[in-house]
């Protein structure tokens, strides 16, 4: 530090060398060691993926941690290791927000229903427009509950399908399936739910019918059964809702679709895709290294 600071008078030739070397108590010697001595080759590059990794996680949502990181490096084309990344974002002080435990969030149909789970935890697909999930959470604004439902395709991933509410009556879910099938017409692609109201009512049965859709229900209360959605839930509230308040329904809109179209399907590195992102594994990307490459 003291090297340092002889430097910087140095440099504005407000002072001697010799002279503040004898304040300070050091050597003219040492000093002029010190600022002869070039940097490591490794310290520049830490200090040139510092800047970078800083850059990557303030432009990320939600504060991404080192493996979301890590995979931006990547795909940005330096080969660097995870273990390295946490050590320089450790030093810069950065780290990673983990989202707030599962909790159930709609309310079971009070009547059994039919329709059988054609899913069974397996939460892949072979190709767009196969199998498709869905859920509803509730946000909190200063003029009352607004309610978001998704539709989600489980190949990619991919947001598809979107609707923000400020009730849960079932055309909030066949809103969102409304805007999916405009997007991907699909006859006879599987839509798998959990057992919720909105699921299992009358008016939904029948526009699943109209348009072709295989319903598939999960059981009451068992968010394994809805893993997908209730992770993509999850995501939400941390990258988006919990980092600001929401004054009102219009406001929660407009910036839910700018998180699902402009980041979530295009940006947002999914640890499942091998931190690919929805639109890069659509695209026929299988590595991430392809991205660099």
Known sequence: MRFAAIADWADSGDFDVAMMCSWLGVSRAGYYKWRNTRPSTRAVLDAHLSEIIAAVHAAGRGDPGVRRVWAELRARGYRVAKKRVWKLMKAAGLRGRHPKAWKKTTLAAARPVGAPDLIGRDFTAGAPNQKWCGDITYVKTWTGWAYVATVIDLYSRRIIGHAVADHMRTDLVTDALTMALTR??????????????????????????????RRSLGRTGICYDNAVAESVFATYKKELIHTRPWPNIAALRTATVEWIEAYYNTTRRHSYLGYLTPREIELGYTHINHIAA
């Not at 798998?192 to 909105?198: A, E, V």
């Open 184 to 213: 991907r017409p699909a006859p006879g692609v599987i839509f798998h739910s959990d057992r919720g109201s909105q699921y299992t009512s009358t008016a939904f049965a029948a526009f699943c019918a109209a348009n072709n859709i």
